[in-house]
């Protein structure tokens, strides 16, 4: 079964960091684009960054330089490292990806003061 599932959300402070994961079974992640993206609450989802499978990452304007995509092949997993977190990073984070393209139920990040 395809599955993503995402962890690591929760609150942090402006300027503060936090690491999502998203674990990836049924399917070998690094063989497949994954992407990260993310709703705030009364937007649409929003792309956030992707890594291919020859590792390429790419990022939407607003977060470039302060977050960082990474999978870890070993635990099949996808990590989104935020750094400098702004209060409209406030979101919840979803993992999409694999041979038929799914979606994780999200984790949410919170930034505020």
Request: one cysteine or more.
């Amino acid at each position: 079964q395809v599955q993503l599932v995402e962890s690591g959300g929760g609150l942090a402070q402006p300027g503060g960091s936090l690491r999502l994961s998203c674990a990836a079974s049924g399917f070998i992640a690094s063989s497949y684009a994954m992407d990260w993206y993310r709703q705030a609450p009364g937007k649409q989802r929003e792309f956030v960054a992707i890594i291919t499978s020859s590792g390429s990452t790419a990022y939407t304007d607003s977060v470039r330089g302060r977050f960082t995509v990474s999978r870890d092949n070993t635990k099949n997993t996808i990590y989104l490292q935020m750094n400098n977190l702004k209060q409209e990073d406030t979101a919840v984070y979803f993992c999409y990806g694999g041979p038929t393209g799914v979606w994780g139920k999200g984790t949410l990040v919170t930034v505020s003061s």
